[in-house]
T-cell receptor
Framework: AQSVAQPEDQVNVAEGNPLTVKCTYS??????LFWYVQYPNRGLQFLLK??????LVKGSYGFEAEFNKSQTSFHLKKPSALVSDSALYFC??????????????FGQGTTLQVKP | NAGVTQTPKFQVLKTGQSMTLQCAQD?????MSWYRQDPGMGLRLIHY???????DQGEVPNGYNVSRSTTEDFPLRLLSAAPSQTSVYFC?????????????FGQGTRLTVV
């Protein structure tokens, strides 16, 4: 079955330190992977995606993600965290099993807390 | 560009009441969908549409109805609200052949059923 897992409910990091939010996936075939961020009382905003090519993907707000096929992971990273990065982060994969290729399968979400 | 617009932002319903959550997009996207967001469960697909006049069920369709009479609009109807439908609802849109493209989300409707 196609699935996405975010093993950490919450990640705490001090401002200025590097951050990592973990995501692993299970799909058949090549994965199309996405990261979204949700700020309090807001909708989901697209951060970055991996479709093909370079395993290191750069996105909005200084975030990047590393695709690792052997470990079936797509971890979100940022070299230096800001307090304003505090939000709920979702990893998602496209469900390509059927004609409903618009469907996204989401992980459970990880709350990132950046402390001053 | 407004993107994806959802109304209302907040709603409180009594058990058994019905209501419609509105969703409109101005990007000419063929694909539209409704998700519900519950703590610890991520987002789950309720219904989706690949174009005007075409709708289908997602993972959790029971208690909800949709229609797609135009490309722009994709309303979600709660037929008889139940406390289990207390959730945050998100509408999303994307290109129909856009498996490689990101989806765009509305700001959400926070629904409480008492």
């Amino acid at each position: 079955a196609q699935s996405v897992a975010q093993p950490e409910d919450q990640v705490n990091v001090a401002e200025g330190n590097p951050l990592t939010v973990k995501c692993t996936y299970s799909v058949s075939g090549n994965p199309y992977l996405f990261w979204y961020v949700q700020y309090p009382n807001r909708g989901l905003q697209f951060l970055l995606k991996y479709i093909t090519g370079d395993n290191l993907v750069k996105g909005s707000y200084g975030f990047e993600a590393e695709f690792n096929k052997s470990q079936t992971s797509f971890h979100l990273k940022k070299p230096s965290a800001l307090v304003s990065d505090s939000a709920l982060y979702f990893c998602a994969v496209r469900d390509l099993r059927s004609s409903n290729t618009g469907k996204l399968i989401f992980g459970q979400g990880t709350t990132l807390q950046v402390k001053p | 560009n407004a993107g994806v617009t959802q109304t209302p932002k907040f709603q409180v319903l009594k058990t058994g009441q019905s209501m419609t959550l509105q969703c409109a997009q101005d990007m000419n996207h063929e694909y539209m969908s409704w998700y519900r967001q519950d703590p610890g469960m991520g987002l789950r697909l309720i219904h989706y549409s690949v174009g005007a006049g075409i709708t289908d069920q997602g993972e959790v369709p029971n208690g909800y109805n949709v229609s797609r009479s135009t490309t722009e609009d994709f309303p979600l109807r709660l037929l008889s609200a139940a406390p289990s439908q207390t959730s945050v609802y998100f509408c999303a849109s994307s290109y129909s052949n856009g498996a490689r493209r990101e989806a765009f989300f509305g700001q959400g409707t926070r629904l409480t059923v008492v």
